[in-house]
């Protein structure tokens, strides 16, 4: 029988997931909420309110869900799943409690620090004039956080005082972050590659996903202004010592940690690492799926993902894991999990934004997408929509993603950039290095 599910989301990273659950052998009935044009082409989209656990719940036992998959990071800190769980819905995503380490950076520092999981070394502050004047006595560059979540645009790396100084009256006295930006995070730099791991867990089994890099910059060479995420490759090639290291030294003493705190956590927490001459060290937890590494993470699994959602969110992923077998012999020996993954193929995805982004950008701009694409790359649907007259126009800063896959790092990206070549809106805007030297 086909199991129905409700994907909560409407982003680039809903649609990614909407379409790596319609090709599950199950057959799921998928519903996305509010979805966009792109998960419409294979749920039914519904319109609800997210943020109403009232109106979620209601809609769940009026059409029998068997698995809600929430997608943003908004919801799981409101507790949406523990309001689920109430009802007696499978949930893929934390309770509140889990998702306060993206929710609340200090507390995810405590966490690490219990853990003796390696990060960077921090101060928090409430007030400009304390925060001001901590500022003289370290040094540059250094990293500043906004403590809440900030949709991927409350920290900057900033070269110096003058940065910093901005930065952080903007978050303290201007509150441009609200709420998120009443209490920040002043770091250590920390220097190496960046890498993001998505780590699927019951609480008590666990299995990584392949591990992917995104590029958070708006311009080539890593230059401007953070964003959510211009674009990302999978899976990242590393030294064959550090795949028992990042287990050993992040993964399993940080899920030790949320047991001993009697924290539940069924879903996939990202670990965004940077990979120093001393060893990985976390920048930071989030509590669900990243966007854009979603995109090229998901085409790499040779498992149902249905199945293994369903597993992690009713506490079966041990059981799921057994059927698990590893059938490519480049796959990593110390990886939990790598038999999951495809480590043959490579994967990219490209985002097209909006002229202007992170910054004001203009929206309901016309678009033209290429058509009859061929089964190696394909369009996500991001900041999208349908106006009066079914025309698709722009709806958001990060419009779409490109998402090419190949054999080899270089085919993946032609695939991925010969699709940006055939779309059109005015106010494009895209990396041309998504990728570039990832296999060095």
């Not at 520092?109 to 219990?114: D, G, M, N, P, R």
């Not at 002043?186 to 609480?203: A, H, K, N, W």
């Not at 900041?383 to 085919?411: M, N």
Request: glycine share 12%.
């Amino acid at each position: 029988m086909s199991r129905k599910v409700l994907v909560v989301g409407g982003g680039g990273r809903e649609h990614a997931i909407v379409r790596q659950l319609a090709a599950s052998e199950r057959q799921p009935t998928l519903f996305c909420a509010p979805g966009n044009p792109g998960t419409a082409q294979q749920a039914t989209n519904v319109d609800l309110d997210i943020h109403d656990d009232a109106s979620v719940t209601a809609f769940c036992r009026r059409e029998e869900i068997e698995l809600v998959i929430i997608g943003p990071e908004e919801p799981l800190i409101a507790g949406l799943a523990d309001a689920l769980h109430k009802e007696g819905i499978a949930v893929f995503g934390p309770g509140a409690l889990g998702a306060r380490l993206e929710g609340d950076k200090e507390f995810s520092k405590q966490v690490l620090a219990s853990a003796g999981v390696p990060t960077a070394h921090y101060q928090a502050f409430s007030s400009s004039r304390e925060a001001l004047k901590h500022l003289d006595t370290v040094e540059m560059p250094v990293v500043i956080k906004a403590c809440g979540a900030a949709a991927g645009k409350g920290v900057a790396v900033c070269d110096n005082r003058e940065e910093a100084e901005v930065f952080i009256r903007s978050c303290l006295d201007d509150q441009r972050f609200g709420q998120s930006g009443l209490r920040i995070l002043m770091e250590e730099c920390l220097f190496g590659r960046e890498l993001s791991v998505l780590i699927v867990t019951d609480g008590q089994d666990y299995c990584l996903l392949a591990p992917s890099r995104d590029h958070k910059r708006v311009g080539e060479g890593a230059t401007g202004p953070n964003t959510g995420g211009m674009g990302a490759f999978a899976p990242v090639k590393l030294p064959a010592k550090l795949y028992s290291e990042i287990d050993t030294r992040i993964v399993l003493p940080t899920l030790a940690e949320l047991r001993r705190r009697d924290i539940p956590y069924r879903g996939v927490l990202y670990a965004g690492l940077m990979l120093t001459e001393s060893g990985p060290q976390v920048l930071e937890f989030n509590c669900r799926f990243g966007d854009p590494e979603t995109q090229v993470v998901l085409p790499l699994l040779r498992v149902d993902f249905l199945e293994l959602c369903y597993s992690t969110a009713t506490g079966a992923l041990g059981d799921f894991l057994q059927g698990v077998h590893e059938v490519e012999d480049v796959v990593p020996s110390d990886w939990p999990g790598a038999g999951a993954s495809s480590w043959l193929r490579q994967c990219v995805v490209v985002v097209g934004a909006s002229d202007g982004y992170p910054g004001s950008y203009i929206k309901g701009r016309p678009m033209e997408l290429p058509t009859d694409m061929p089964d190696d790359r394909w369009i996500i649907h991001a900041g999208t929509r349908r106006d009066e007259a079914g025309q698709l126009v722009t709806d958001g800063g990060r419009v779409l993603g490109a998402v090419g896959t190949g054999l080899t790092l270089d085919l993946a990206r032609d695939a991925a950039y010969g699709l940006l070549a055939e779309t059109h809106f005015e106010g494009l805007v895209y990396r041309r290095d998504i990728g570039v030297n990832g296999d060095k």
